[in-house]
């Protein structure tokens, strides 16, 4: 995969179209803001145990706060919710658009709510709703399994979205998993790295208070993920 081919021309279509693509990305990034802030985040709690102490401190404390069990309730269903339909929907949106921008096809602010239209609403929603609730056991199994299973399921959205564009056939949940999870397979080390060749900007956008993030960061990094998906594609013959 030509990680510079990809990164130079997410750069050359973002800054063709600057302040468009900032604006969405600003409206993903407020309404994950909120939903977060009004106590929806499903992250792990005591993960700082791990860094600071070691796996046998964080393992204690999880222990000691019933983290590892599962526990199903309607406060945990109603934050599951809550993640999906607003986060995760608004999510899904922008990787249309980034897709769409990275391939040179129209887009619009439109494009940010189509995983709510009627024929594809329940689709997406198991899809992005499997996702989050593989994640969240991987990291519950420790952060490598996580990492791996984030890694494996991360073209869930991308392939949702082509499967709606015309390009490919309709996804159920399962399928959807299992279409990411196979077309992942050799190249989770690859987006990794992909991932990590971001991080001096990751870096630069928390040393600026996510001044940066706003106006460069997070927009160039979404549609590098997003031509990242087309490039995958089209190496496996999707």
């Not at 709690?45 to 102490?53: A, D, I, K, N, T």
């Not at 899809?127 to 056991?137: P, Q």
Request: positive net charge; glycine residues 8%; charged residues 15%.
């Amino acid at each position: 995969m030509d990680r510079v081919k990809i990164k130079t021309r997410a750069k050359s279509v973002f800054f063709a179209d600057y302040w468009r693509l900032v604006g969405l990305t600003v409206i993903v990034t407020v309404m994950a803001a909120i939903v977060m802030g009004a106590g929806t985040d499903l992250s792990i709690p005591y993960f700082g145990e791990l860094f600071r102490h070691g796996p046998a401190a964080w393992l204690k404390a999880a222990k000691h706060s019933g983290m590892l069990s599962i526990r199903i309730d309607s406060s945990s269903l109603i934050r599951m919710a809550v993640c999906v339909f607003v986060i995760d929907f608004f999510a899904l949106g922008h990787a249309k658009i980034c897709l769409a921008a990275y391939r040179g096809e129209s887009y619009s602010s439109k494009d940010l709510i189509f995983a709510y239209s009627e024929n594809r609403f329940w689709r997406t929603a198991g899809a992005m709703a499997l996702r989050r609730v593989f994640i969240t056991l991987g990291l519950i199994l420790f952060v490598v399994p996580g990492v791996i299973v984030a890694l494996g399921l991360s073209q869930v959205p991308y392939l949702l979205v082509r499967s709606d564009d015309g390009t490919g056939i309709k996804l159920s949940p399962m399928v959807a998993i299992r279409a990411s999870w196979k077309v992942m397979q050799g190249h989770k080390w690859e987006l990794f790295v992909f991932w990590l060749s971001f991080l001096g900007w990751h870096l630069l956008n928390a040393i600026t208070c996510g001044i940066l993030g706003v106006f460069f960061v997070n927009p160039y990094f979404k549609l590098a993920l997003a031509g990242y998906h087309d490039a995958l594609c089209e190496k496996a013959g999707v």
